[in-house]
């Protein structure tokens, strides 16, 4: 009597193992939980899965909002001061090649700190930043193995035909 009431207030046991699809120190994706470091998820609650990119670097931005702005005040400065009209050709020249210094700048800052690709989704109906990582393989192989986990939540019925028969299904009319 005590054995079926021990069996009773467990919670029932999937048919399907618990499968291993990437482990690296930090990130684990197994067919049942996702781990980022001390946060982790149950596969089947994850949903509305999304892939982003991350905010600019700090710095960069930083670098190239001031670099705007000085630009732009010696500009309006020669402007206000009559200093524009007196310029030769070789200094609208030069001119113009500093005022493309924050584009340059901005371009070099995306080049040297890409921003971080992200993956984000809905676990218990809020949105949450599931993985971010700078090395673009990495979040890939993360990524993919992720989906890999929901596609077996996703159709519980594909590896064991058995339980499929449990379900009520119309029959054809016959004539």
């Keep these: 009597m005590q054995q079926a009431d021990r069996s009773a207030t467990r919670p029932p046991r999937s048919s399907r193992g618990t499968t291993l699809l990437y482990a690296r120190p930090g990130i684990v994706v197994t067919t049942e939980r996702f781990t980022v470091g001390r946060n982790t998820f149950a596969v089947a609650d994850l949903t509305h899965l999304r892939v982003g990119r991350g905010p600019h670097d700090r710095l960069a931005v930083r670098a190239v909002a001031v670099t705007a702005t000085l630009i732009t005040g ?5 402007g206000f001061t ?3 009209q007196r310029l030769t050709a070789g200094a609208y020249l030069t001119l113009g090649v500093v005022f493309l210094l924050p584009v340059l700048l901005a ?5 040297w700190r890409p921003p971080a690709y992200e993956l984000w989704g809905h676990c218990g109906g809020v949105e949450v930043l599931l993985f971010s990582s700078d090395d673009e393989r990495q979040f890939d192989q993360v990524s993919r193995a992720l989906n890999q986990a929901r596609e077996v939540h996703r159709y519980p019925d ?3 035909p058995a339980t499929a028969a449990g379900y009520w299904r119309p029959q054809p009319r016959r004539a």
């Design 158 to 160: 594909a590896e064991d």
């Design 74 to 78: 010696v500009g309006v400065l020669l």
């Design 82 to 84: 009559g200093g524009l």
């Design 107 to 111: 371009l070099a800052g995306d080049r």
